[in-house]
């Protein structure tokens, strides 16, 4: 995948898939969680619930992303990303998933409560 030739939107998803798959927990609260979510979970609940959901994965694997743009209110841009996840049992699954983000300080964060309800 040509990192170079994504938005930064985009980039900020492979990111996280990549943080995933590097099973970085740190990585994913330090850089792509907004100051209101880390306001409502600590670091280290956050790290600890993250790695136990990643114990159960062995890889993933970023197939496409697609810059959606904004959302209808303009508050969050919308990306979907298509992965397979290897799991330690053996078995792949194929996702096709809608990632919401916004800006904050410049940066892209991952919406965490509308991406993963």
């Known amino acids: 995948m040509l990192y170079m030739l994504k938005t930064d939107p985009e980039k900020a998803v ?21 100051v209101q979510d880390k306001n409502s979970i600590s670091s280290s609940k956050f790290k600890e619930e993250l790695n136990l959901i990643l114990t159960d994965i062995d890889s993933i694997e970023i197939e496409k992303t697609t810059y959606l743009g904004y959302e209808d ?44 309800i």
Not at 14 to 29: E, H, R, S, T
Not at 78 to 96: H, P, R, W
Not at 102 to 116: L, R, Y
């Open 14 to 34: 492979i990111d996280f898939l990549k943080a995933l798959n590097d099973k970085n927990p740190d990585y994913v609260y330090d850089n792509l969680l907004s």
């Open 73 to 116: 209110k303009g508050s969050f841009v919308k990306v979907v990303a298509q992965f397979s996840v290897k799991y330690v049992n053996g078995e792949t699954k194929e996702y096709k998933k809608y990632i919401y983000l916004m800006e904050e300080n410049k940066e892209w964060k991952i919406v965490f409560d509308k991406t993963f």
